[in-house]
């Protein structure tokens, strides 16, 4: 069964961190370039970060994370991460991890962050 499945979201406070991670399985994982979406309430999700297959040697954010947020992947351990840091309560979503591979998605279901005092 080929699925995404999202971990480390959490209750955080302003200027802390967290670590996203999505554990994918049923599929050949450096196949597929990745990303990580994040939905607000109320917004459209919108694309955070992105990282191509294979050695991901490519990455891409969003202008409101750069210099906050790193993604990462692990080939061997089939994992994609976001290292977030100095987090803001504007980041406060639902974060999805995203896999394509020649137009074809799939989508986790979603780990919660709120950043909040």
């Known amino acids: 069964q080929v699925q995404l499945v999202e971990s480390g979201g959490g209750l955080v406070q302003p200027g802390g961190s967290l670590r996203l991670s999505c554990v994918a399985s049923?599929?050949?994982?450096?196949?597929?370039?990745m990303a990580w979406y994040r939905q607000a309430p109320g917004k459209e999700r919108e694309l955070v970060a992105s990282?191509?297959?294979?050695?991901?040697?490519?990455?891409n954010y969003a202008d409101s994370v750069k210099g906050r947020f790193t993604i990462s992947r692990d080939n061997g351990m089939n994992t994609v991460y976001l290292q977030m840091n100095s987090l803001r309560p504007e980041d406060t979503a639902v974060y999805y991890c995203?896999?394509?591979?020649?137009?074809?998605?799939?989508w986790g279901k979603g780990t919660l962050v709120t950043v909040s005092s």
């Open positions: 995203n896999a394509n591979f020649g137009g074809m998605e799939l």
């Open positions: 049923g599929m050949i994982f450096r196949m597929y370039a």
């Open positions: 990282i191509t297959r294979g050695r991901g040697d490519s990455t």
